[in-house]
């Protein structure tokens, strides 16, 4: 609707601090925050509104502008229901403006949004996104309300408030005959170059005359010739309302182009416009207009950022609060606030009596007690008054508490004015917690202006205006009111004042739910999972706690609020814990490889779990603080169990050295001898990794005297390995024929790889030397080259584990490590042609039948995409069977046929099929979704009664004439015959 004001403003420059209007939703879960100490809101910036932001407010901030506004009732502008009902007819933009008013006065959040009131403009998010003149919006939103407003009573809103007319004169020096023209003006624009001030710029333009003389002479229409001439300019009607444009942009045509004027440019916080104007016989009074609004930019001609100066005629907001606690020692102003806040009763009483309905909920009143003074009501006066509620009931002269106690009032024949001589209604009772205290306690002449730059509003002294007179942030718009104009004192510190109904309910419920919406977000802000292990569900094991039974009934999982004490949560446990006995202890523990391990006991009830650093998904073990289950419990961080790999020496089967390992959890305080007595010992030698070993895994032996460190201080830590060598046994040692230990033990750290190539190779198998970081790629190519086999299979071939069995095994990727493949030194591994699935492939075994032997399966290597149905059709195409009467069974971990895989279309990822499961190919097509197979059986009994019965009687089974069943049997055949029966599993349906 607004269209480009101008083009030159398409590389905007905004301080905004939201940014694009994507950026706003990405916390969309966050309530937004509320108004701070001003008790003012902002209006958040859609990306380059800012000019909008500053008209709006100051709009706000004009009350004969938004109590005309708010006037409109829904039988004249309709309702906001019905926009998209083409037969109603709504005027969208007035009633989106004062929603928006309802907002900024009502709505307890820091800033207001301007979407909906866009949308009515019908701006795009390219629009919202440029930033445009304020002066030339001023106009067209003006022209936009008054459009909207024809055939209403508020048609004549905007002429009433803004109207004046200046009359342009020339006076003919022969015949004295005047000429005059009148122009209609909303705003006056005024020159700053080469102008010292608004005054002086007004005095160029309706009291210096321009005289046609010499050269410039006038044509007069009464003498028909031209004659010398005065022309002259008056201001004739003047407006409740002057709007004032600044000409801070000007074009320099030597350089040929624009710039900003930033030179000094006064303007007055009261004007005396009677010399400007044509008739001046009416009383000063008439001519005087006081400065209320300073639309303010910052920056360059091309672009920059919009806030404004406002001034809050009907002290709506909070001004001196902060400004006050500023400032260096106490005068005594502060001493009466302070003396106020510390007396609960006159606090309360000064919050209820500005409440319109004077019945709020408690609930409420301790929130706004909260805001009002910065401090909750526990937090200041709990502990000498005891709970709100116990106090309002002890005060019950002057409050008035409903039956359920839910609402509190005062009563109507307790008011402020019955107060002491100290608290007299000349003097509030709590002046801080009045918007206008200001002006309540003789400093009615300060007048309270705020900055209000976008979602932040600013308190500021009158004299902080004077810093706009120049520079590159300087005043741009000025807006007058006339001093004549009164408020009435209904309307003094209370929002609430001529705001229609429907929108009070509506910013009511608003409030409400955002207040939901802040207590339950700042609930799950704060709530932090905690993990609760109780104690008489855990016994001692293996040097660390482990569950009796099984971690569901040994573990339970509590949401707690981290701003409640040590104290809340131990009462919480306790009354969860019916049946338990004793003191309730409460440690932090942590799940380590060996177990559950206590660390240190949380003390102090009175401390928060925030302040004790309790974090979220802790642990926590529930118990006496001494023993579980008869068994003292080692705690802290230095008898921390750790779990080792404990390797020693062995020979295999075929005479090759090899390696047992063992998981064993020591203390961490223990000393590393320990573990030669755990492993039965007596006398040996402890190797470590030596630091730093590079070329495959290298031990060194622990000296004797590193034996009496602690695994800790030997820097042992959970899954590190240690080896161990029984000196006794000599065959078996790791000791050269010299006597001195070796440091590495290479040699027996290999895999053997069988070579199940067909190929003229002689050698079967080989030892290849390699460790659990070893890549299988390495492996098989080294292998390839140690069995002198063709190069081409190193293109073409695949390393299989080798089980107990004999049975070759899924092959297992190049890229994997042994580690990875979960192999261990000493495996056997087959060196098969073909190559190993990748990543997305399955390598599946798969045979005929219900029952299938181990090593007897047939291979297939498919796509884990791959659907049962498409997957069946390959297994049948290789055993070369026709028909589809088939389907798929998985083998489960006895090697017997499972339940079918039903879900045909489903794929083989989404059924959990992994690379070396058996599937089983079964003869006979699967049932429909919801029918079943069930065997009937058909008794026939002996005796002659049964010959004569017909085939139909047999096969239906449908009773002969005797009343008797028949069965379905063989001739001449006796007892009974089992037959299959398809049916619906739910008959009737």
Not at 747 to 771: F, G, M, R, Y
């Amino acid at each position: 609707m607004f269209g480009d004001l101008f083009e030159e403003d398409c590389s905007s420059v905004s301080n905004n601090q939201y940014g694009k209007r994507k950026k706003l939703k990405t916390k969309a879960l966050e309530p937004p925050a509320p108004r701070e100490f001003t008790n003012l809101s902002g209006i958040r910036n859609q990306g380059g509104t800012c000019y909008l932001n500053s008209l709006l407010q100051t709009l706000h901030f004009t009350p004969e502008f938004r109590e005309a506004l708010f006037s409109l009732g829904p039988e004249e502008l309709g309702s906001l229901e019905e926009k998209d009902n083409p037969d109603a007819k709504v005027r969208i933009i007035p009633l989106q403006l004062q929603r928006l008013f309802a907002q900024l006065l009502l709505l307890d959040q820091e800033a207001a949004s301007t979407e909906d009131l866009t949308d009515s403009f019908g701006w795009t998010s390219h629009e919202e996104m440029r930033q445009h003149d304020v002066q030339e919006l001023n106009r067209i939103l003006f022209s936009a309300l008054e459009s909207s407003l024809v055939g209403t009573s508020g048609h004549d809103l905007i002429n009433r408030l803004y109207h004046g007319t200046i009359v342009n004169q020339i006076v003919c020096k022969e015949c004295k005959n005047v000429s005059e023209k009148q122009e209609d003006f909303l705003d006056l624009t005024v020159a700053v170059k080469n102008v010292s001030g608004l005054e002086d710029a007004l005095w160029n333009m309706y009291v210096e005359e321009e005289v046609f003389d010499s050269n410039n002479l006038y044509h007069c229409g009464a003498c028909d010739r031209l004659v010398g001439a005065a022309k002259s300019a008056k201001l004739r009607k003047l407006p409740p309302f002057l709007t004032v444009s600044l000409l801070r942009f000007n074009f320099d045509f030597v350089k040929c182009e624009r710039y900003k004027e930033t030179s000094c440019y006064t303007f007055p916080l009261r004007i005396n416009l009677k010399p400007f104007c044509e008739q001046s016989d009416l009383d000063d009074s008439e001519y005087e207009y006081d400065l209320f609004s300073v639309i303010i930019h910052k920056g360059g001609c091309h672009g920059g950022h919009y806030h404004v100066y406002v001034k809050d005629v009907d002290h709506l907001g909070s001004w001196q609060g902060q400004k006050e606690k500023s400032k260096p020692g106490v005068n005594l102003e502060d001493h009466q606030n302070e003396e106020a806040m510390d007396d609960p009763l006159r606090t309360l009483k000064a919050i209820l009596s500005q409440e319109e309905s004077n019945l709020i909920p408690v609930d409420q009143l301790g929130q706004k007690l909260l805001k009002k003074i910065g401090i909750s009501w526990n937090k200041k006066y709990r502990k000498q008054y005891g709970p709100l509620r116990k106090f309002l009931q002890l005060h019950s002269q002057v409050f008035l508490l409903s039956s359920d106690e839910s609402t509190v009032g005062l009563l109507k024949n307790c008011s402020l004015e019955a107060e002491p001589d100290s608290q007299r209604k000349d003097q509030p009772a709590f002046q801080t917690l009045t918007s206008d205290s200001a002006g309540l306690n003789g400093r009615a002449s300060c007048p309270h202006w705020f900055d209000i730059n976008d979602c932040k509003v600013q308190p500021i002294e009158e004299k902080d205006i004077k810093q706009q007179f120049q520079g590159k942030e300087s005043a741009y718009m000025l807006f007058y009111r006339k001093s004549q104009l009164q408020r009435p004192a209904e309307a003094r510190a209370n929002p609430r004042h001529k705001v229609p109904r429907h929108l009070l309910d509506e910013m009511d419920a608003a409030n409400t739910e955002l207040q939901a919406r802040r207590a339950e977000y700042d609930s799950t802000n704060n709530n932090i999972e905690l993990h609760l292990h109780l104690g008489p569900h855990y016994h001692f094991f293996n040097g660390a706690l482990h569950p009796v039974v099984s971690e569901t009934e040994s573990v339970w999982d509590l949401t707690f609020d981290q701003r409640k004490t040590l104290g809340d949560l131990r009462q919480s446990i306790f009354q969860l814990l019916e049946s338990w006995e004793g003191d309730v202890v409460l440690s932090v523990a942590k799940l380590l490889p060996a177990g559950l391990h206590v660390y240190q006991t949380l003390d102090g009830d009175g401390l928060t779990l925030c302040e004790l650093d309790v974090a979220d998904e802790e642990d926590v073990f529930v118990w006496d603080g001494v023993e579980v289950g008869g068994v003292q419990i080692p705690t802290g961080s230095d008898c921390e169990p750790v779990l080792l790999n404990v390797l020693r020496l062995a020979t295999g089967s075929e005479g090759c050295p090899r390696l047992t390992e063992s998981l064993r959890v020591f203390p961490a305080n223990a000393e590393v001898g320990s573990v030669l007595t755990a492993v039965g010992v007596p006398a040996g030698v402890v190797l470590v990794h030596e630091p730093g070993s590079a070329g495959g895994r290298r031990w060194a032996a622990i000296p004797e005297e590193g034996l009496a460190k602690t695994f800790r201080e030997q820097g042992l830590g959970n899954g590190s390995s240690v080896l161990i060598q029984d000196s006794r046994n000599e065959n078996n040692s790791l000791l050269t024929k010299q006597g001195k230990w070796i440091t590495s033990v290479n040699e027996v750290d290999w895999v053997q790889v069988k070579n199940l190539c067909q190929s003229e190779s002689e050698e079967e198998h080989i030892t290849i030397p390699a460790t659990v970081n070893t890549v299988v790629f390495d492996i098989r190519i080294k292998a390839i080259k140690e069995l002198k086999l063709m190069k081409e299979l190193a293109d073409s071939s695949c390393l299989r584990p080798v089980d107990r069995n004999g049975k070759l095994l899924c092959p297992v990727p190049d890229s994997y490590t042994l580690k990875e493949a979960e192999l261990k030194t000493g495996s056997s591994l087959g060196l098969c042609p073909g190559k190993a699935p990748t990543s997305s492939q399955l390598f599946l075994f798969f045979a005929v039948g219900s029952g299938a032997q181990p090593g007897t399966e047939m291979e297939v290597i498919v796509e884990e995409t791959i659907s049962v149905r498409d997957c069946l059709k390959i297994m049948l195409e290789k055993f070369g069977l026709p028909g589809d009467t088939w389907h798929l069974r998985k083998v489960d971990w006895c090697y017997e046929a499972g339940e079918p895989l039903y879900e045909e279309e489903a794929t083989l990822r989404e059924l959990m099929i992994r690379s070396g499961d058996t599937l089983l190919v079964v003869e006979g097509r699967l049932l429909p979704p919801g029918f079943l197979k069930v065997p009937v059986w058909w008794y026939q009994p002996r005796g002659p009664a049964a010959q004569g019965t017909s085939l139909q009687d047999q096969t239906t089974g449908t009773p002969s004439a005797g009343g008797l069943w028949r069965a379905a049997s063989a001739p001449g055949s006796h007892g009974s015959v089992k037959r299959g029966l398809v049916c619906h599993a739910r008959p009737g349906h």
